[in-house]
Structure formats: C-alpha cells, structure tokens
C-alpha cells in the first residue's frame, strides 16, 4: 500500500496529541477558574494563516507542510514558555514546565510524522517555513497572542 493511504501512524500519534492538548486546556481553565479570571473568547492572530498561504495543495504535500508548520509552532511554543518560566509564580511556572516538555515532544512528534509522511527530503521546506515563521514572529503584529510578531 503506498504510503500516503497509510495513515495509521498519523491517525493514532494525533489522536494522542489532541487528547494531551485538550488536557492542557482543561488544566488552563481550572487555573482560570481558581485565579477568578473571566473565560473570554480570544480572535487568533494572524500567525498560523500567513504560514497556510505557502502551503502546498496537494493532499500529501498539503499534509507533509501542514506538519511542518505543526513543528514549528511547537518549538515556538517552547521559546516561549522558557522565556516566560521565570517570571511566573510558583504554581504557573510549575505548569508552564510541564507544558513546555509536552510541546518538545510534539515538535518531535510533528516532525517525525512529516518525515514519514514525504516522499522526497524536507529539509528545504523546513527551511521555508522556519524562514516565513521568523519573519512573521520579528515583524509589527497588531494583535497579541501567545503566537504573535512585535508589538509597539
Ligand atoms: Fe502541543
């Protein structure tokens, strides 16, 4: 069967990914709910649709770039939580720790995937999206995100 009807090993690493996220995000309302913070629906930055737009369409190419920029956003995600580990409490920074070890291995995983999933070498399209990735996390961004460019 050719690899790209294969979707076992996608199918079952995403399921778990997702079930891990949606875990984090009951974790997040908790804490939310505990500190007294008002849950509020927040319109996502631009970042994940600017990268969309240098995607491929080819079902398997869209999937292999899509994986990629999956990577991508979770390395960034760990910069992130890194940066902003020491200046939280004690409680938040335990969890953001914690996050940032779960978002290492889903850039792992994000990229293994990609790697099984292509039929030719990915490091060019790698070095595209990370390319289209930085400039958009330098460049003045008008809304602020955990994701988002600079703000003024
Ligand atoms: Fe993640």
Do not use: Q, W
Not at 45 to 59: A, E, F, G, I
Not at 119 to 145: C, G, H, M, Q, W
Request: net charge neutral; hydrophobic share 40%.
């Amino acid at each position: 069967m050719h690899r790209y009807f294969d979707r076992g090993a996608l199918v079952k690493k995403m399921s778990r990914l997702a079930r891990e996220e949606l875990k984090h995000y009951e974790l997040v309302l908790a804490i939310i709910n505990r500190r007294g913070i008002e849950y509020k629906n927040l319109p996502s930055s631009n970042y994940v649709p600017h990268m969309r737009r240098y995607m491929r369409s080819l079902p398997l190419d869209l999937l292999v770039d899509e994986l990629i920029v999956g990577a991508i956003i979770e390395a960034r995600s760990c910069e992130r939580f890194s940066i902003l580990i020491p200046h939280l409490d004690e409680e938040l920074a335990t969890f953001y720790a914690s996050l940032l070890a779960s978002e290492s291995r889903h850039f792992e995983d994000y990229l293994t995937l990609a790697r099984t999933y292509a039929t030719e070498d990915i490091t060019s399209r790698i070095k595209l999206f990370t390319k289209i990735e930085s400039e958009y996390i330098n460049a003045p961004d008008s809304v602020f995100r955990f994701h988002s460019g600079i703000m003024n």
